[in-house]
């Protein structure tokens, strides 16, 4: 004991987070605002990028956001899109969700940015910009990071633990020497964001030839987001691109342009679908995109990213604050439960560009079945909105996501605010916790609204219960 509090006193950090984007800083904020020192490392030189891929926030995504006094202020800033048509065939009605947000806010990666930053920073997050990892080693008492500091010298950082969330070329999962198996989906995608001549007729515009394929959904300020391919047109992505290329997918794909104008922004990038075999090797975690990464078909990149960060950050808090009577097994429950789900989300995005990829009759005749069936069937409808929204989302039998309820002391997910367990029980019950590795030492306790209800639920802090 002696030696570990030693080690403790010549700690720099508790957690050191390794990139800021919106799965570190929510990371990090969750961490900090539960008494934790945390220090996030960020190779770029400046803070936050205003022109990013990421343009869409899915439901679950938004409860997590709401469980963080965010939700409603992002939403603000975007553009609610309560129907998926996809194929000019397949329809999915978000409005039938069961949550507070039944629908896509359409809204830049970077507003999602800005609101965390500020949470994290309010909290007491030390960040450190033009610092770059260079290798990391750990026993087992803590972790240390070999970094190099904005003017280039050398920088050593020690802390309890340390959480990859520096995208897809992780120099986390570097240092660990994980592999990241997986193959190139779909090379030479184009992003830009542009003004319209002519709005188009639905709120979210997406379309496959076979050949080609666009997406178009507005930000809500007059410019639009747009995403296409040309199969006949595959370069690498250092290749130039102009907005005459844009304007000609979206004309093969959509047959119009709508009169692009003004683009503001424009890249080329290629789709990968790797994962990470582990996301926890001892002390160091991996999140986000360093962990997997996948088509961006059904918008699920970032809110994969987020929801790992909202799993990880309160089994970390819960373990640094001595909370936890089982430290590994919390630990380890992040490999199991989001493993798992990172692949589910290489699936379903693989299957949806595959689809708009389809060329040649026979698969497009697939893909005709696909929207026929989705469209009638309404589970498998349901499930699909499920599992794309996040709102779908379970860890095997037992943790299952707890909807927003009215409760006596007011929302749920306004209870999960202060980033403990709720426990909800009949009014005067004072029922025993259930022991399991995340059994808590604290919880906020609330009652049921209906008399009737004589169970008690037991809500984690990412809004999910046992059963």
Do not use: C
């Not at 030693?6 to 984007?21: E, I, K, P």
Request: hydrophobic fraction near 40%; charged fraction near 25%; glycine fraction near 10%.
């Amino acid at each position: 004991m002696a030696h570990l509090e030693a080690a403790m006193n010549h700690l720099d950090t508790d957690v050191l987070v390794v990139g800021s984007g919106p799965t570190g800083m929510l990371l990090a904020g969750d961490l900090a605002t539960a008494g934790l020192r945390v220090t996030v490392v960020e190779r770029r030189p400046h803070g936050i990028s205003n022109m990013t891929r990421a343009f869409g926030v899915h439901a679950r995504t938004l409860e997590q956001l709401d469980a963080r006094g965010l939700a409603d202020e992002l939403i603000a800033t975007g553009t609610p899109i309560t129907e998926l048509r996809l194929f000019r065939r397949l329809t999915l009605d978000l409005s039938r969700l069961r949550s507070r947000f039944p629908y896509l806010l359409i809204t830049p990666q970077y507003e999602v940015e800005r609101l965390l930053e500020r949470r994290a920073l309010s909290a007491g997050v030390d960040f450190r910009y033009g610092t770059e990892l260079r290798g990391l080693s750990q026993d087992t008492d803590q972790v240390t990071a070999e970094l190099t500091g904005p003017d280039g010298t050398p920088l050593t950082l020690r802390a309890r633990y340390l959480v990859g969330t520096d995208g897809v070329r992780s120099a986390v999962r570097t240092a660990l020497g994980l592999p990241f198996p997986g193959v190139s989906v779909i090379r030479s995608i184009v992003l830009a964001d542009v003004r319209l001549a002519e709005k188009p007729e639905g709120l979210l515009t997406v379309n496959g030839t076979g050949d080609a394929f666009a997406f178009i959904a507005p930000f809500g300020d007059g410019w639009y987001r747009v995403m296409g391919w040309n199969r006949t047109r595959q370069v690498p992505d250092s290749e130039p691109v102009d907005l005459d290329e844009v304007r000609e997918i979206a004309r093969l794909a959509l047959g119009t342009d709508y009169g692009m104008h003004d683009a503001r922004w424009i890249s080329r990038f290629h789709s990968d679908e790797r994962q990470a075999p582990a996301y926890r090797v001892g002390r160091v975690f991996l999140a986000g995109d360093a962990a997997h990464v996948h088509s961006p078909a059904g918008g699920q990149g970032m809110n994969t990213g987020l929801q790992d960060a909202a799993n990880l950050s309160w089994k970390l808090a819960a373990v640094l604050r001595g909370e936890a009577p089982d430290p590994e097994a919390l630990l380890d429950s992040y490999q199991s439960e989001r493993h798992p789900v990172g692949a589910a989300v290489l699936r379903s995005s693989g299957t949806i560009v595959r689809l708009a990829m389809a060329h040649g009759p026979v698969l497009r005749a697939v893909r005709a079945l696909a929207s026929r069936f989705l469209n009638t069937v309404r589970p498998a409808s349901a499930k699909a909105m499920g599992m794309i929204s996040g709102i779908g989302i379970t860890y095997g039998r037992d943790a299952r996501r707890v909807p927003d309820l009215n409760l006596r002391e007011g929302r749920l997910y306004e209870l999960l605010r202060a980033g403990e367990f709720v426990l909800i029980a009949p009014e005067g019950a004072t029922p025993d916790l259930p022991a399991s590795p995340t059994t808590p030492t604290r919880v906020v306790r609330a009652t049921w609204t209906d008399p009737t209800r004589r169970s008690a639920l037991l809500v984690r802090p990412d809004g999910y219960t046992f059963r």
